[in-house]
């Protein structure tokens, strides 16, 4: 099943210190309307089956929005749009515009919410936005973004208190939040597999990985290519074929890291996508990995 992270535009109403995906350019992209319902259009003969609104706000270009998950309806693609909530101010305005989601066929509405998602939307909007979604029957969860710090338990707490649905997403420190401050982690040695959804970005690049995949600038490992030059198929099935991709599927990052010859002991103090990086966006060692991807690497035991 081909599912991927649809980004419109870059554009954000709020400026948050840990985003991903911003970084320092005052700039910001989007792409066409129309560009984009063609791809669409291309991504339903490509298989596609679920697409992921996100990158910079979706509800800022709402009736483009609203205009393209009709469009995913119209071609049995399922939706999702990523969202900081900003919109949902009162429970009327709520309504309204989730009902006009509805009627257009949104699956689902995934919530961003953390302690610097909250310094610029009121947690009560998300509130709002939550309770609008069971109201007009649109799935919903919130994606609390922490760095497990105690500066989050009141965060943690108001969710359960008001019994909605959320996960925990650890911070990734790519984009803003390469800059913010990090504690040591203490973690299990874990295989750290990705699913590894791809990400279309608004100037049309694609990349492998839709989470911090697009800042690996040395190598760019991750870049699938531009649909100005290739097809979507074409891109999706470098994705899907490409060995060392492949190995982070199955093997997971961690088992990666140690056939590269890192230390169990210096493994469990890198987060996922920093270690990731550490392998990945080094010349060296991707040259290295690269060489041994389809041979000794996805032997390798420790
Ligand atoms: S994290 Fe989300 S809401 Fe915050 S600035 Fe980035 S795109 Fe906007
Ligand atoms: S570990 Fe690598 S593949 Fe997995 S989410 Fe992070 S950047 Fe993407």
């Given at each position: 099943m081909r599912k991927i992270a649809f980004g419109y535009s870059t554009r954000c109403n709020i400026k948050c210190s840990h985003c991903v995906a911003a970084d320092e350019r005052p700039f910001h992209t989007k792409m066409e309307l129309a560009r984009a319902r063609g791809i669409i259009g291309e991504m339903a003969l490509a298989g596609v089956t679920g697409i992921s609104f996100t990158a910079g706000e979706p509800f800022i270009y709402f009736d483009d929005l609203l205009e393209l998950v009709a469009l995913c309806r119209e071609k049995n693609i399922y939706t999702r749009i990523v969202t900081n909530?900003?919109?949902?101010?009162t429970p009327e305005i709520t309504r309204e515009l989730l009902g006009r989601l509805r009627q257009c066929g949104l699956g689902e509405l995934r919530l961003s919410y953390s302690r610097w998602h909250q310094h610029h939307v009121p947690r009560k909007m998300v509130l709002h936005a939550a309770r609008g979604c069971m109201a007009a029957g649109i799935a919903y969860f919130v994606s609390?973004?922490?760095?497990?710090?105690?500066?989050d338990d009141s965060f943690e707490q108001f969710l359960r208190d008001h019994g909605l649905k959320f996960f925990p997403e650890p911070v990734i420190y790519a984009g803003r939040a390469d800059a913010i401050g990090r504690s040591a982690i203490l973690t299990d040695y874990q295989d750290n597999r990705c699913a590894m959804n791809p990400y279309l970005a608004p100037d049309l690049n694609m990349y492998a990985c839709c989470d911090a995949g697009s800042h690996f600038n040395t190598t760019n490992f991750f870049l699938l290519g531009n649909l100005k030059d290739h097809s979507l198929d074409q891109l999706f099935a470098r994705s899907e074929n490409h060995p060392l991709y492949t190995c982070i599927r199955h093997m997971g990052i961690t088992n990666i890291a140690s056939f590269a010859g890192i230390k169990s002991r210096e493994i469990v103090t890198y987060r996922k996508c920093e270690l990731c990086k550490k392998l990945f966006d080094s010349p060296e060692t991707l040259k290295m990995l690269g060489k041994v991807a389809q041979t000794e690497l996805p032997k390798w035991i420790r």
């Amino acid at each position: 099943m081909r599912k991927i992270a649809f980004g419109y535009s870059t554009r954000c109403n709020i400026k948050c210190s840990h985003c991903v995906a911003a970084d320092e350019r005052p700039f910001h992209t989007k792409m066409e309307l129309a560009r984009a319902r063609g791809i669409i259009g291309e991504m339903a003969l490509a298989g596609v089956t679920g697409i992921s609104f996100t990158a910079g706000e979706p509800f800022i270009y709402f009736d483009d929005l609203l205009e393209l998950v009709a469009l995913c309806r119209e071609k049995n693609i399922y939706t999702r749009i990523v969202t900081n909530s900003f919109w949902a101010k009162t429970p009327e305005i709520t309504r309204e515009l989730l009902g006009r989601l509805r009627q257009c066929g949104l699956g689902e509405l995934r919530l961003s919410y953390s302690r610097w998602h909250q310094h610029h939307v009121p947690r009560k909007m998300v509130l709002h936005a939550a309770r609008g979604c069971m109201a007009a029957g649109i799935a919903y969860f919130v994606s609390f973004v922490t760095d497990f710090s105690e500066e989050d338990d009141s965060f943690e707490q108001f969710l359960r208190d008001h019994g909605l649905k959320f996960f925990p997403e650890p911070v990734i420190y790519a984009g803003r939040a390469d800059a913010i401050g990090r504690s040591a982690i203490l973690t299990d040695y874990q295989d750290n597999r990705c699913a590894m959804n791809p990400y279309l970005a608004p100037d049309l690049n694609m990349y492998a990985c839709c989470d911090a995949g697009s800042h690996f600038n040395t190598t760019n490992f991750f870049l699938l290519g531009n649909l100005k030059d290739h097809s979507l198929d074409q891109l999706f099935a470098r994705s899907e074929n490409h060995p060392l991709y492949t190995c982070i599927r199955h093997m997971g990052i961690t088992n990666i890291a140690s056939f590269a010859g890192i230390k169990s002991r210096e493994i469990v103090t890198y987060r996922k996508c920093e270690l990731c990086k550490k392998l990945f966006d080094s010349p060296e060692t991707l040259k290295m990995l690269g060489k041994v991807a389809q041979t000794e690497l996805p032997k390798w035991i420790r």
